[in-house]
Protein backbone atom coordinates (compact mmCIF):
# COMPACT_ATOMS: atom_id res chain seq x y z
CA UNK A 1 0.00 0.00 0.00
CA UNK A 2 0.89 3.55 -0.95
CA UNK A 3 1.74 5.20 2.69
CA UNK A 4 -0.31 8.40 1.35
CA UNK A 5 -2.78 5.68 0.73
CA UNK A 6 -2.61 4.92 4.15
CA UNK A 7 -2.45 8.48 5.70
CA UNK A 8 -5.58 9.14 3.86
CA UNK A 9 -7.76 6.31 5.17
CA UNK A 10 -7.33 7.20 8.24
CA UNK A 11 -7.71 11.42 8.21
CA UNK A 12 -10.94 10.53 5.95
CA UNK A 13 -12.79 8.23 9.00
CA UNK A 14 -13.71 9.98 12.19
CA UNK A 15 -13.69 6.47 13.64
CA UNK A 16 -9.76 5.44 12.75
CA UNK A 17 -8.56 8.74 13.75
CA UNK A 18 -10.07 8.57 16.86
CA UNK A 19 -8.40 5.20 17.81
CA UNK A 20 -5.31 7.03 16.52
CA UNK A 21 -5.50 9.44 18.88
CA UNK A 22 -6.40 7.54 22.10
CA UNK A 23 -3.38 5.23 21.07
CA UNK A 24 -0.87 7.82 20.83
CA UNK A 25 -2.61 9.30 24.22
CA UNK A 26 -1.66 5.69 25.88
CA UNK A 27 1.86 5.66 24.67
CA UNK A 28 2.30 8.84 25.98
CA UNK A 29 0.89 7.61 29.26
CA UNK A 30 3.25 4.65 29.22
CA UNK A 31 6.25 6.76 29.21
CA UNK A 32 5.23 9.40 31.95
CA UNK A 33 3.78 7.29 35.05
CA UNK A 34 5.55 4.47 35.26
CA UNK A 35 8.60 6.76 36.51
CA UNK A 36 5.67 8.60 38.82
CA UNK A 37 5.42 4.65 40.60
CA UNK A 38 8.79 3.92 40.25
CA UNK A 39 10.11 7.02 42.10
CA UNK A 40 7.04 7.69 44.11
CA UNK A 41 6.28 4.85 45.82
CA UNK A 42 9.86 2.98 46.27
CA UNK A 43 12.02 3.71 49.33
CA UNK A 44 15.45 2.36 47.10
CA UNK A 45 15.68 3.55 43.59
CA UNK A 46 17.92 3.63 40.97
CA UNK A 47 19.15 7.10 39.68
CA UNK A 48 19.48 7.63 36.80
CA UNK A 49 17.16 4.44 35.26
CA UNK A 50 16.54 3.02 31.76
CA UNK A 51 13.20 2.12 31.33
CA UNK A 52 13.33 -0.94 31.42
CA UNK A 53 14.76 -1.01 34.78
CA UNK A 54 12.09 1.04 36.48
CA UNK A 55 8.95 -1.30 34.91
CA UNK A 56 10.97 -4.78 35.57
CA UNK A 57 8.57 -5.37 38.53
CA UNK A 58 5.94 -4.30 40.34
CA UNK A 59 3.03 -1.33 40.00
CA UNK A 60 5.30 0.44 37.42
CA UNK A 61 5.52 -2.72 35.67
CA UNK A 62 1.55 -3.36 35.83
CA UNK A 63 1.03 0.37 34.85
CA UNK A 64 3.16 0.22 31.73
CA UNK A 65 1.98 -2.89 30.29
CA UNK A 66 -1.48 -2.51 30.92
CA UNK A 67 -1.20 0.86 28.93
CA UNK A 68 1.20 0.05 26.11
CA UNK A 69 -0.91 -2.85 25.69
CA UNK A 70 -4.04 -0.59 25.14
CA UNK A 71 -2.19 1.40 23.28
CA UNK A 72 -1.46 -1.37 20.71
CA UNK A 73 -5.08 -2.67 20.78
CA UNK A 74 -6.26 0.62 19.84
CA UNK A 75 -3.17 1.11 17.01
CA UNK A 76 -4.26 -2.21 15.70
CA UNK A 77 -7.53 -0.93 14.89
CA UNK A 78 -5.64 1.57 13.03
CA UNK A 79 -4.00 -0.62 11.11
CA UNK A 80 -7.14 -3.41 10.50
CA UNK A 81 -8.93 -0.22 8.87
CA UNK A 82 -6.59 1.57 7.11
CA UNK A 83 -3.69 -1.12 6.38
CA UNK A 84 -2.91 -3.91 3.72
CA UNK A 85 -1.76 -7.40 4.65
CA UNK A 86 2.10 -6.25 4.12
CA UNK A 87 0.78 -3.39 6.62
CA UNK A 88 -0.32 -5.50 8.95
CA UNK A 89 2.14 -8.15 9.00
CA UNK A 90 4.74 -5.24 10.33
CA UNK A 91 2.19 -4.41 13.07
CA UNK A 92 1.82 -7.89 14.28
CA UNK A 93 5.48 -8.15 14.08
CA UNK A 94 6.12 -5.02 15.86
CA UNK A 95 4.05 -5.74 18.57
CA UNK A 96 5.39 -9.45 19.32
CA UNK A 97 8.86 -7.92 19.25
CA UNK A 98 7.67 -5.31 21.79
CA UNK A 99 5.79 -8.19 23.68
CA UNK A 100 9.11 -10.27 24.14
CA UNK A 101 11.00 -7.51 25.04
CA UNK A 102 9.37 -5.71 28.41
CA UNK A 103 6.73 -8.69 29.33
CA UNK A 104 8.56 -12.07 28.44
CA UNK A 105 11.84 -10.87 28.60
CA UNK A 106 12.47 -8.03 31.42
CA UNK A 107 15.64 -7.00 32.68
CA UNK A 108 17.16 -8.86 36.03
CA UNK A 109 15.64 -12.80 34.92
CA UNK A 110 18.77 -14.61 33.85
CA UNK A 111 21.53 -13.61 31.40
CA UNK A 112 19.55 -15.20 28.91
CA UNK A 113 16.08 -13.34 28.58
CA UNK A 114 18.84 -10.26 29.33
CA UNK A 115 20.03 -10.82 25.69
CA UNK A 116 16.71 -11.70 24.10
CA UNK A 117 15.51 -8.13 25.77
CA UNK A 118 18.33 -6.39 24.13
CA UNK A 119 17.82 -7.66 20.78
CA UNK A 120 14.23 -7.28 20.76
CA UNK A 121 14.46 -3.98 22.56
CA UNK A 122 16.89 -2.80 19.53
CA UNK A 123 14.25 -3.68 16.74
CA UNK A 124 11.60 -2.58 18.79
CA UNK A 125 13.36 0.66 18.15
CA UNK A 126 14.32 0.63 14.88
CA UNK A 127 10.40 -0.39 13.91
CA UNK A 128 9.50 3.09 14.43
CA UNK A 129 11.38 4.29 11.22
CA UNK A 130 8.38 2.57 9.20
CA UNK A 131 5.73 4.06 11.39
CA UNK A 132 7.24 7.39 10.49
CA UNK A 133 6.58 6.84 6.99
CA UNK A 134 2.96 5.17 8.05
CA UNK A 135 2.68 8.24 9.45
CA UNK A 136 3.99 10.73 7.18
CA UNK A 137 5.41 12.38 10.92
CA UNK A 138 7.25 15.59 10.59
CA UNK A 139 10.97 15.80 9.45
CA UNK A 140 12.10 17.49 12.92
CA UNK A 141 10.39 14.54 14.86
CA UNK A 142 12.26 12.33 12.91
CA UNK A 143 15.66 13.88 13.23
CA UNK A 144 15.05 14.19 16.93
CA UNK A 145 14.50 10.50 17.18
CA UNK A 146 17.21 9.80 14.92
CA UNK A 147 19.59 12.27 17.57
CA UNK A 148 18.33 10.54 20.68
CA UNK A 149 18.70 6.77 19.33
CA UNK A 150 22.33 7.62 18.09
CA UNK A 151 23.21 9.35 21.67
CA UNK A 152 21.38 6.84 23.41
CA UNK A 153 23.62 4.09 21.77
CA UNK A 154 27.12 5.96 22.28
CA UNK A 155 26.06 6.41 26.20
CA UNK A 156 25.44 3.11 27.05
CA UNK A 157 28.56 2.01 25.25
CA UNK A 158 29.97 4.06 27.32
CA UNK A 159 28.06 3.05 30.54
CA UNK A 160 28.75 -0.88 29.53
CA UNK A 161 32.67 -0.21 28.99
CA UNK A 162 32.62 1.51 32.87
CA UNK A 163 31.28 -1.62 33.97
CA UNK A 164 33.81 -3.76 32.50
CA UNK A 165 36.47 -1.86 33.26
CA UNK A 166 35.48 -1.40 36.93
CA UNK A 167 33.94 -5.11 36.95
CA UNK A 168 30.49 -3.46 38.40
CA UNK A 169 26.66 -5.29 38.51
CA UNK A 170 24.71 -4.56 35.65
CA UNK A 171 21.70 -2.96 35.42
CA UNK A 172 19.91 -6.34 34.02
CA UNK A 173 21.68 -8.03 36.49
CA UNK A 174 19.58 -9.31 40.03
CA UNK A 175 18.41 -7.47 43.18
CA UNK A 176 21.13 -8.39 45.28
CA UNK A 177 23.89 -7.73 42.16
CA UNK A 178 21.98 -4.02 41.69
CA UNK A 179 22.66 -3.22 45.65
CA UNK A 180 25.69 -4.40 45.30
CA UNK A 181 26.15 -2.23 42.42
CA UNK A 182 25.40 0.94 44.42
CA UNK A 183 27.82 0.02 47.31
CA UNK A 184 30.88 -0.32 44.20
CA UNK A 185 29.83 2.90 43.10
CA UNK A 186 30.44 4.51 46.14
CA UNK A 187 33.73 3.20 46.53
CA UNK A 188 34.52 4.46 43.42
CA UNK A 189 36.32 8.36 43.44
CA UNK A 190 34.36 11.00 42.79
CA UNK A 191 35.56 11.44 39.27
CA UNK A 192 34.15 8.56 38.57
CA UNK A 193 31.29 8.37 39.72
CA UNK A 194 30.37 11.67 38.36
CA UNK A 195 31.48 9.94 34.75
CA UNK A 196 29.32 7.20 35.37
CA UNK A 197 25.88 9.53 36.56
CA UNK A 198 26.35 12.10 33.00
CA UNK A 199 26.69 8.55 31.25
CA UNK A 200 23.84 6.92 32.62
CA UNK A 201 21.65 10.25 33.05
CA UNK A 202 21.96 11.11 29.08
CA UNK A 203 21.00 7.21 28.22
CA UNK A 204 17.75 8.03 30.31
CA UNK A 205 17.22 11.39 28.50
CA UNK A 206 17.68 9.90 25.09
CA UNK A 207 16.04 6.83 25.61
CA UNK A 208 13.07 8.95 26.78
CA UNK A 209 13.13 11.42 24.08
CA UNK A 210 13.26 8.78 21.50
CA UNK A 211 9.47 7.67 22.01
CA UNK A 212 8.33 11.18 23.24
CA UNK A 213 9.64 12.19 19.58
CA UNK A 214 7.78 9.57 18.33
CA UNK A 215 4.78 10.32 19.66
CA UNK A 216 5.24 13.57 19.60
CA UNK A 217 5.05 13.53 16.16
CA UNK A 218 2.71 10.85 15.26
CA UNK A 219 -0.40 12.41 14.33
CA UNK A 220 1.19 16.04 12.76
CA UNK A 221 1.99 14.31 9.76
CA UNK A 222 -1.71 13.73 8.76
CA UNK A 223 -4.54 16.00 7.90
CA UNK A 224 -7.37 15.44 10.41
CA UNK A 225 -11.24 16.38 9.65
CA UNK A 226 -11.89 15.42 13.10
CA UNK A 227 -11.03 18.25 14.89
CA UNK A 228 -9.20 15.92 17.63
CA UNK A 229 -5.90 17.19 17.73
CA UNK A 230 -3.35 16.11 21.13
Not at 33 to 48: Q, T
Not at 63 to 91: C, D, E, P, Q
Not at 125 to 131: A, W
Not at 168 to 193: C, F, P, W, Y
Request: hydrophobic residues 45%.
Amino acid sequence: MNTSEFGRRIVSDRRLWRELVTAKRLFVLSSVLPPVFYYGGRKHVKFPATISFTIRKGVPRFVHHVLWIAGWYKMSKVVRGAGNRLTKLFASQMFATGITSVVLCPLGKSEMRNRIHAITAAMYMLDHFVLFDLFKTPRKFRYAFVASFLFFCYFLKRVKEFNKKHQLAAEGDGDSDVARRQNQIRALKKTHRNSLFISELFVMICENSMFLSFTGGMTKGLVSRSGLWW
